[in-house]
């Protein structure tokens, strides 16, 4: 079963739209409660706009967890992490789903809807949601670029030039 995470929130565009309504029923049928802000067809949409759905309530602290479908991911997970707290990390396969939550403590995964296959796409979704970060050293790389205003990460080396 998954754990504690029983709410999340859910986003697509048009070209990922059916393997969003599979994944919604998949996380449905666990138990989980799901907010999908859309879209809500195939018909051609912009992912920006979705995708900044999902990412505002996740920066927020609205949601602890998201997911956000296009069709390669790479746009989503573009705009995803241009929001303060946002770690969206685009997976294609079950290792780098599972490094993402444990190295990484990714708190949105993103996924192309024209890359994997629904079968891999759940197994996913299944081993992100119950995979638990290891902190540590990984929290301090983190706290580096999470708070990149306040460190500065990379002016010095930019000076040094
Ligand atoms: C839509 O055609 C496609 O560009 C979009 O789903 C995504 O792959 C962008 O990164």
Partial sequence: MLENKNSIVIGSDHAAYPLKEKIKTYLIECGMKIEDVGTCSEESVDYTDFGARVAVLVSAGKFQRGILLCGTGIGMS????????VRAA????????????????????????????????????????????????????????????????????????
């Fill in 90 to 161: 685009l997976c294609s396969d079950l290792f780098t789903a599972i490094m993402s939550r444990r190295h990484n403590n990714s708190n949105i995964l993103v996924m192309g809807g024209r890359v994997i296959g629904e079968a891999l796409a759940l197994e996913m979704v299944k081993a992100w949601l119950e995979t638990a970060f290891e902190g540590g050293r990984h929290q301090l790389r983190i706290e580096k670029f999470d708070r990149i205003d306040q460190t500065g990460l990379g002016k010095e080396f930019l000076k040094s030039l």
């Fill in 78 to 85: 573009m705009v995803a992490n241009r929001f303060p707290r």
